[in-house]
């Protein structure tokens, strides 16, 4: 929220801001002793309100002014916002679905499938493990840390996309290989999402949710090889932009818990210290103790909604 400027008379300032309200300008008007400050949410629409206050200051008698009603101090009308979220219902419902038919796809083989057998899954993971496949920074370090010879787990990188394959940047994240893993993630996606849409729409939401899949799969990908799933990413992706619009643009809204975007902090770094231990066991121990979680993806999903949460193209429109 930016301060555009002064107004000396209190029922004036009032005056005005409400009628930047009904020009679809968001704004805050605080008053102290000798003068009221005009504050304005959309930066986008900053020298338009600057200009308006301009001319309302030069001629504030003007009639145009005076059709808006005043509002109370410290109140600030909250924008229309829509109860419908498309774009999450058909994420949510896309999500199950693929479980679904990739359920009955393992029903159907005669034998325990392996990892990224079924067709589905071979059509969405983010790249096909072939003999040798990158098996991803985690493993590669730590094979160099015990001497350990890595050239077969050093193997070609972005083989399906540099195919042309371009889906596969984002298709993991529809993925999901048990039904407490959808569960969890459904879960999030509704309470994150639902909010989200409400207040920037359809598309750039869209936008939004793409940015971050293709952001935390690529990283995921680069540290542990193509072999992980799940919309877990963008879902602490969301978490960081609904905490950074609270902390610069509280005005937007969110109907969403400190504590809740704590508990998803406070699991994600507590997994990252099991990871780290996990690392330090297998390289310096006889002892291995796998953590099975794509860490990576949640804490760059995190940090990169947090820096998308900045953008003025992801503020909230007032409707």
């Known amino acids: 929220m930016r301060l555009i400027g002064t107004v000396p008379n209190e029922s004036q300032a009032r005056r005005f801001s409400a009628y930047l309200l009904e020009r679809g300008i968001e704004n805050r008007c605080e008053a102290s002793p000798d003068h009221c400050q005009i504050w304005v949410a959309d930066e986008d629409r900053l020298a338009e309100a600057a200009e308006e206050l301009k001319q309302f200051c030069a001629n504030p008698s ?7 009603e005043p509002i109370e101090e410290g109140e600030l009308p909250e924008p229309k916002i829509g109860k419908k979220a498309p774009l999450t219902v058909l994420l949510l419902a896309i999500c199950l679905f693929v479980y679904v038919l990739n359920f009955f796809q393992e029903l159907s083989q005669e034998k325990e499938a392996p990892p990224l057998s079924t067709p589905v899954q071979e059509a969405l993971v983010y790249d096909l493990p072939t003999a040798p496949y990158w098996h991803g920074l985690y ?3 730590s094979f160099k840390l015990k001497g350990e010879d890595t050239s077969g787990i050093e193997g070609p990188l972005f083989v399906q996309i540099r195919k042309g394959e371009l889906w596969r940047l984002a298709s993991p994240s529809i993925l999901h290989l ?3 893993h959808i569960l969890f993630n459904m879960v999030w996606l509704w309470v994150l999402g ?6 920037i729409g359809f598309f750039r939401l869209l936008s ?8 935390t799969n690529t990283a995921q990908y680069l540290m542990s090889g193509p072999l992980f799933l799940g919309f877990s990413g963008i879902v602490t992706g969301w978490a960081g932009f609904i905490w950074m619009r609270e902390k610069i643009a509280p005005w937007e809204g969110y109907p969403v818990h400190r504590s809740t975007i704590l508990f998803l902090a406070i699991f994600i770094f507590a997994m990252l210290g099991l990871q780290i231990v996990s690392f330090f066991l297998a390289v310096f121990t006889p002892i291995t103790f796998p953590v099975a979680l794509a860490n990576t993806a949640h804490i760059v999903g995190f940090v990169m909604g947090a820096i998308f949460g900045r953008f003025p193209c992801f503020a909230r429109r007032v409707r």
């Open 62 to 68: 003007d009639l145009r002014y005076n059709s808006a």
């Open 178 to 180: 048990s039904f407490l």
């Open 194 to 199: 639902r909010p989200i849409e409400e207040r």
């Open 208 to 215: 939004l949710t793409l940015l971050l899949a293709v952001v």
């Open 139 to 141: 493993d590669i370090v």
